[in-house]
């Protein structure tokens, strides 16, 4: 019985141990090592304090590191204090590769388990009336450092762990009203705590906080091809019976294809424009819904491990968005969209068109077996919540169709057999355009 609990633990602990999809260890000033490490928990109390003005998050990180060295995680703004295993310490930042930043603690440690407590304000997508505060942690995966760690620490995207808030709003009188794709749990009023699943990585987060009654809002059940019954919210300064009703149209559409929803629950912010997807969760226009819904099953139901997986689930929404086209060889352009720097942290743009022609051109190769979308049913129901890198897609198409795909990933994925020229001129797509800091903060 021992043994059993031992073996069960550490499968248990096992499951979400992803550093074998961590970045390379980074070579530090003096010798040092920057060393990847793997999120066990992280809890976070949040307090927004309407007098003044401050948000202020204390976040304790349970991790454990494989590697003596210093302990790679990411916060974009300085700490204000930081304390390791019950000690006060420094925190750095450092370049990977010259392609994005990342913040370590500068003091090496010994292989096990360490408790990092870290202070720091959210000053990002937070607006202060005298009465009552608006803070989200919108993100994007066009612009590097752009996740949660834009707000609170974290780990790159590889990694999984179970995250927790406790949020309070004080010195309010004001009723608000929080939208989060967690376990909610009302305390009182202005005060909550919520708890995520343990697979969720730092792009799976979905926080907006505001004052109640601001934004129409609609509740509805959506019956999964499961059984469940899965809660749907709406809200949006639009129409929110148009926003519901093309949601409920949309779930439907998707569990026929793809099977039944993944997430536990389905919110909408009808922003009129924006689009980004989180887990069972988007921000985004009416045009783009569909588009963004998708990416609960690709992107955030198989998860890229890193920036070279991400034009995966970007050329897979795209294909659905035009209507699931066959397209030819002679369609296809040769991208390098897998095959940037390991350490880099985002999608490369040319994932909705070129990419989108990769997928459709899969689809006219294998159609006379059967639909693309067949597979990709298959990939994610295999591959859910654990995150992939593309080398991992191509062999489940290859093993799927029982084929070899190196010479197409190499030529049109791979940038091995050089680059076609109109690669630099990337067009933006229509729903996910680029928002600039003043926009998104208007989405609130
Ligand atoms: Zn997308």
């Known amino acids: 019985m021992k043994t059993f609990a031992l073996v069960a633990l550490l499968l248990s602990m096992q499951t979400f141990a992803n550093l074998h999809l961590a970045p390379p260890t980074l070579n530090l000033e003096r010798s040092s090592k920057g060393i990847f490490v793997d999120f066990k928990t992280a809890s976070s109390v949040i307090t927004y304090d309407i007098k003044t003005r401050k948000a202020l998050a204390t976040t304790t990180i349970e991790f454990s590191q494989s590697v003596a060295g210093k302990p790679i995680f990411d916060l974009v703004n300085n700490p204000s204090s930081l304390l390791i295993d019950g000690v006060s310490a420094v925190s750095k930042t450092t370049s990977m590769n010259g392609v994005s930043k990342v913040r370590y603690i500068d003091k090496k440690l010994t ?31 066009l612009s590097d450092r752009k996740y949660l760690e834009q707000y609170l620490p974290t780990n790159l995207e590889y990694d999984q762990y179970k995250n927790s808030f406790e949020i309070k709003i004080i010195n309010s009188e004001i009723e608000h009203v929080l939208y989060t794709n967690g376990d909610l749990l009302e305390i009182s009023k202005n005060h909550w705590t919520v708890s995520y699943p343990e697979t969720f990585t730092a792009s799976s987060l979905f926080f907006h906080m505001s004052k109640k009654g601001l934004k129409d809002e609609k509740k509805e059940i959506y019956k999964s091809i499961d059984g469940r019954e899965i809660p749907v919210t709406v809200y949006t300064n639009q129409s929110v019976n148009r926003f519901m009703s093309s949601t409920l149209r949309i779930l439907a559409e998707l569990e026929k294809d793809y099977g039944p929803w993944p997430h536990k629950q389905v919110i909408v912010y009808g922003a009129g424009s924006g689009g980004m997807e989180y887990c069972g969760a988007t921000i985004t226009s009416h045009s783009a819904l569909g588009h963004e819904l998708t990416h609960s099953y690709f992107a955030r139901g198989i998860m890229p491990a890193h920036g070279n997986s991400g034009w995966v689930d970007e050329a897979i929404a795209s294909w659905r968005d035009g209507g699931y086209r066959s397209y030819s060889k002679r369609s296809l352009s040769k991208t390098i969209m897998a095959s940037h720097s390991t350490y880099q942290r ?41 995150p992939f890198k593309t080398h991992e897609f191509k062999s489940a198409v290859e093993a799927f169709y029982n084929t070899t795909l190196t010479n197409e990933f190499d030529t049109y994925i791979y940038g091995r057999n050089g680059i076609d020229k109109s690669d630099i001129k990337v067009k933006e797509n229509a729903f996910h355009p680029h928002l600039s800091s003043k926009e998104l903060f208007n989405l609130l």
């Open 346 to 386: 985002t999608t490369d743009r040319n994932a909705y068109s070129k990419g989108m022609k990769f997928i459709g051109y899969l689809h006219g190769k294998f159609k006379e077996q059967e639909s693309f979308k067949v597979f990709l049913k298959s990939f994610f129901e295999t591959r859910k919540f654990k």
């Open 111 to 141: 292989i096990g388990n360490h408790t990092l407590v870290i202070e720091n304000d959210i000053t990002k997508n937070l607006s202060w009336s005298s009465t009552y505060v608006r803070s989200a942690f919108w993100m994007s995966d």
